[in-house]
């Protein structure tokens, strides 16, 4: 019961320190054990797999969801080059996922984030090849099936359109740096207070800096989102 | 054509706000940042792969990045472009 207090009150200590440094990028190159690396490798490949048999099904389909998707790997490709200051005093990007999300549910993320991942590993030694799979599953799966509910509950309790894109891309933004927290907590467990400390501790620094962001690209995602209706290229009865 | 303004001039403030907050921040977030965190936790713990290929320079780096920006805004901008493009042209010939 202590240790628990001792644990808790050093948290919220860090969380006031801490953020004056954050990292909130893709896990380094190397920075996950090998163990947990191969581990969410393993996890990462039969999404990837699902996400390319769905991206061969929108191929065939009609040219206009062609369009579509390329403009939602480009949205990704665009945001996760985009290093913006946060108000923690340190820079972070966001991942852009929300827009794939919302036109085409959450299968076909895997594809285009890996694609954008696998550009940032091997030309800008940001993220890695070894923890690619580990960013993948926090990029690509698991903030796309966060988005995905939220899209869907959104819509169900009938808040505005604008409002629904919003919160998904916003949501996504941020749940794909809390699993990057959990990641990094899980293979880094505190030495004293254990893995929910170390995970904490992460959840401090990605959070606090990843909020404004995931706020600037719920805006952003509005704003394409807009564009293309005005172009009738989505119709409100299509989504 | 206004909330477009509005949503625009929302995400610009965003990101210049931070400046006019005095936190002592160096805007850093870099990789090297995320090493000492980790190493605070595991002091013992050494990088097992390093990586193919990394940007010679800072200059280098932020060109790649710029290259990464350029490229899909590109897409973006064209497939916009373009549908405004058709649009028009279905106005004119009606």
């Keep these: ?239 | 054509m206004k909330k477009t303004v509005l949503l625009l001039s929302l995400v610009i403030a965003l990101a210049v706000l931070p400046f006019f907050i005095n936190h002592g921040g160096d805007y850093g977030g870099s990789d090297g940042a995320a090493e000492a965190v980790i190493q605070q936790l595991a002091p013992d713990y050494q990088p097992w792969f390093t990586p193919f290929f990394e940007p010679a320079s800072s200059e280098i780096e932020s060109l790649l990045f710029t290259l990464q920006g350029s490229i899909g805004s590109a897409v973006i901008f064209y497939i916009l472009g373009y549908y405004r493009g058709k649009r028009a042209g279905h106005a004119n010939h009606r």
Excluded at chain 1, 72 to 99: D, E, M, N, Q, Y
Excluded at chain 1, 155 to 181: E, H, P, Q, S, W
Excluded at chain 1, 183 to 188: I, P, S
């Design chain 1, 1 to 239: 019961m202590k240790t628990n207090h001792i644990a808790g009150l050093s948290t919220i200590l860090m969380l006031a320190m801490v953020p004056q440094t954050a990292f909130a990028m893709h896990i380094m190159e190397g920075f996950l054990p090998p163990v947990w690396a191969l581990t969410w490798w393993l996890l990462f490949i039969p999404f990837l797999i699902l996400g390319v048999r769905q991206l061969k099904q929108i191929v065939s389909q009609n040219s206009h969801q062609k369009v579509l998707l390329a403009l939602c790997g480009a949205f990704i490709f665009v945001l996760s080059a985009l290093k913006l200051p946060s108000v923690t005093g340190s820079c972070s990007h966001p991942t852009g996922v929300g827009l794939a999300i919302i036109l085409f549910g959450f299968l076909i993320v895997p594809v285009l984030g890996g694609i954008a991942l696998l550009f940032q590993a091997l030309l800008l030694a940001h993220g890695g090849i070894t923890t690619l799979g580990a960013n993948g599953m926090s990029m690509a799966v698991i903030a796309p099936v966060v988005g995905y509910l939220v899209w869907i509950t959104t819509n169900k309790i009938g808040l505005r359109k604008d409002i629904c894109v919003f919160l998904c891309a916003m949501l996504a933004d941020l749940a794909t740096y809390i699993a990057t927290a959990f990641q990094l907590g899980a293979a880094f467990p505190d030495p004293q207070f254990g893995m929910w400390a170390a995970v904490s501790k992460f959840m401090g620094i990605f959070c606090l800096t990843q909020i404004p962001i995931a706020i600037a690209e719920g805006l952003l995602t509005v704003l394409v989102y807009d564009q293309l209706t005005k172009r009738q290229l989505l119709t409100i009865s299509e989504h």
